[in-house]
């Protein structure tokens, strides 16, 4: 099945929802006296008159809608013996049938003209067949309201796709469990993300939603039948557990889930593995209101996809890391807001004439500012409450800047290196907006080296394989960082096109000491050199360190021995001297 033919089945499955209207023999005997109709002259005299239903043109409609057919049909086989049993069964269904045929086309004066097909006039006169068929018009409308009341009530309070309450029932549903909840019972409420799979593409949208509905299936069938499931957008659900023994039950349940979804979802031709995020809230009816338990689930699944464990139950203790975690964003946020974050240099020394080669730029945070995060937990930070993108926009035009200061004022040809972010290689305005950030400082790629780091890669898939494929077609060079330290350091070297490879430094700081180092690093650099790669190794600490580097036919280094990382305005010196 491809997407075409799947976005088809989709769009079947999600309908409106099927409302069942009805009335009851009292409420019809009340519409009945309203409209002074003589109950005894309808049950002797209510006929369908034949030669009037077969004038009625429904040829042109009833191909399309089955509901038409039935409709005329049950008109044609009316009762010929009616009771009040009899005539409310008899109306109920033709609601039903007028209802369904209008949804799916059918017009609304067709359905009248149908319905004009009751005749009373030939036993009891023109006056009750008018009021008769002005009973039936107005059920008519009545019912459309009622139908359009309760599909606008659904759409607002429920998902069409899944056919689930939605994230504005779980207050209702929280408030009820707990109002109905023992001395001794406890309330727990699960808030659930689910993840798809790194190697798994980019899914439409339309796939999105038929994944949605196979995890809401799965999931039904695996949960206890008293609990209560909610659709909240997004691969997000919720689930109420209102009749738990011990909180004991919450790993259980949060096991059986996770145990679920071990293998893979199958949609059409295509196959996804998702895994699901816990964050749980629980606690006895007398101590939490719903409110406070809906928002703790909520702050332990942002725990949950925040530090990648699968099951967060909230307690006071995360609570307490919550509010250190939100104090530390609080502070990175308006650090970056102030400009209060600056870039350190660290010399890259090439190892033919040891003269200066270029410098990586290293995040700090500057002397104005009165607190310091550690860099990678402030990109980390950015990341998380959406600065990510401008964090590298920042970076890429100081870089820039940097670059062209040091060319056309201080005339050091020297490059810098810029680390990227994995989520940059998703961005298809990237090298854009590094060609743009060259032209407004007047310098070229040659001054800039792209940073990829291993670990930091998602996934190698189309939208990365053409941002890395153009950022080289513009002539920028890319470096892979860390090297050695993830699962695909030979696959990379293979699928992108890399020109300098950066051995990391936990390999290089104790070669001098470490048989098992000093072989890693030897064995890199001669696979790096036999693909035509530049080699650098990182963490060079030590005279004896750095003699054994120059034995392995490695081109660049950068460490502590040479120099630690400085301001823009030390490393212009720095530069000059060498």
């Known amino acids: 099945m491809n997407e075409d033919q799947l976005s088809t089945e989709v769009l079947q499955q999600v309908e409106l929802h099927e409302v069942d209207i009805a009335y009851s ?38 191909a399309a809608n089955t509901y038409l057919i039935q409709l005329h049909a049950e008109l044609e086989k009316w009762p010929r013996h009616l009771d009040i049993k009899t005539l409310t069964s008899s109306i109920n269904h033709l609601v039903y049938l007028w209802l369904n045929a209008l949804q799916d086309g059918a017009s609304a004066q067709l359905i009248l003209d149908l319905l004009k097909c009751f005749d009373l006039r030939t036993k009891f006169g023109f006056s009750n067949a008018a009021k008769l068929h002005c ?53 727990g409420l699960f808030s659930i993300h689910f993840q798809v799979a790194k190697n ?36 997000q659900f919720d689930i109420l557990l209102p009749n738990l023994a011990s909180d004991i039950q919450l790993n259980l349940i949060a096991a059986k889930v996770q145990r679920a979804f071990e293998q893979m979802i199958f949609l059409g031709n295509q196959s996804v593995l998702v895994t699901p995020f816990i964050g749980c809230a629980f606690n006895k009816k007398s101590s939490l209101i719903y409110l406070e338990l809906y928002d703790c689930s909520k702050l332990a699944l942002e725990n949950a996809l925040y530090k990648q464990q699968h099951l967060v139950i909230y307690s006071n203790k995360l609570k307490e890391q919550l ?98 972010r994995a989520e940059d290689l998703y961005d298809i305005e990237l090298p854009h907006m590094l060609v743009q950030a060259l032209a407004l400082w007047k310098i070229t790629a040659k001054n800039l080296i792209l940073e990829i780091t291993e670990n930091g890669i998602l996934e190698y898939n189309e ?59 030897k064995s890199i650099a001669m696979l790096a050199n036999s693909l035509g790669k530049e080699v650098l190794a990182e963490g060079v ?38």
């Open 323 to 420: 509010s250190i975690q939100n104090e530390l964003e609080n502070k990175v946020m308006d650090a970056f807001a102030a400009d209060s974050l600056t870039l350190f240099f660290q010399p890259i020394v090439n190892l033919k004439d040891s003269s200066c080669a270029g410098a990586e730029l290293l995040l700090r945070w500057s002397e104005k500012a009165d607190y310091s995060v550690y860099p990678s937990l402030t990109v980390e930070i950015l990341n998380k409450v959406g600065k990510g993108k401008l964090f590298t926009r920042w970076l890429i035009n100081s870089a820039c800047r940097y670059a062209a200061e040091l060319e056309h004022e201080h005339k050091l040809k020297v490059y810098l290196t810029i680390n990227l």
């Open 200 to 235: 798994n593409p980019i899914f439409s949208h339309i796939i999105t939603i038929s994944l949605s509905k196979a995890i809401s299936k799965t999931l039904q069938q695996n949960i206890p039948p008293d609990c209560q499931l909610y659709y909240s957008g997004n691969l």
């Open 25 to 62: 023999e009292q409420t019809l005997l009340k519409k009945l006296d309203s409209y002074q109709l003589n109950l005894e002259a309808l049950y002797s005299g209510l006929k369908i008159n034949p030669n009037a239903l077969a004038q009625v043109e429904t040829s042109k409609n009833s």
């Open 135 to 187: 009973f039936l018009f107005n059920l008519v409308a009545e019912t459309v309201q009622q139908y359009q009341e309760h599909q606008l009530n659904y759409s607002l309070n429920y998902d069409t796709n899944t056919q689930l309450p939605n994230a504005s029932q779980i207050s209702i549903g929280l408030e009820k469990a707990i109002k109905n909840a023992g001395s001794q019972q406890l309330i």
């Open 463 to 521: 939208t990365t394989n053409s941002v890395i494929n153009q950022l080289a077609a513009d002539g920028f060079r890319l470096a892979l960082d860390d090297f050695g330290t993830g699962f695909y350091s030979l696959s990379r070297l293979r699928t992108m096109p890399i020109d300098l490879i950066k051995i990391d430094q936990s390999f290089v700081r104790d070669i001098t000491h470490s048989k098992h180092d000093f072989e890693i690093v």
């Open 541 to 578: 600490e030590d005279k004896e360190c750095l003699e054994l580097i120059k034995k392995m036919k490695i081109h660049k280094c950068q460490g502590y021995y040479f120099a630690k990382p400085m301001p823009f305005e030390k490393f212009i010196v720095w530069a000059k001297q060498h």
